[in-house]
């Protein structure tokens, strides 16, 4: 059961990494970088553990800390865009 769902898992992170270079590409949204950045570590990280693959811990916690720093980008662009619109409107938030 736990390797059904650990397979199902990385195919939705190459999903969300894909979606998000669609982001990037077909919607000019640079947040589908961030996004895209951090479920491909995702994925990197989920199949070394799946797999077991020789990589170094140390080259791990790297890559998941560039994924969160990534990850905050992604948001950080969403909650700008966000902002920006509101303000286009008027409104006040």
């Known amino acids: 059961m736990v390797s059904i769902i650990q397979y199902i898992s990385i195919l939705i992170e190459l999903l969300i990494t894909g979606l998000g270079i669609l982001i990037v590409s077909q919607k000019k949204k640079m947040y589908g970088l961030g996004i895209s950045l951090t479920f491909a570590i995702y994925f990197f990280y ?29 948001v950080w662009g969403i909650y700008q865009e966000k902002t920006i619109v509101n303000k286009k409107r008027g409104k006040k938030r």
């Open 46 to 74: 989920d199949l070394v553990k799946f797999t077991g693959l020789n990589v170094h811990p140390s080259i791990l916690y790297l890559l998941f800390f560039i994924a969160t720093l990534s990850a905050l980008w992604a």
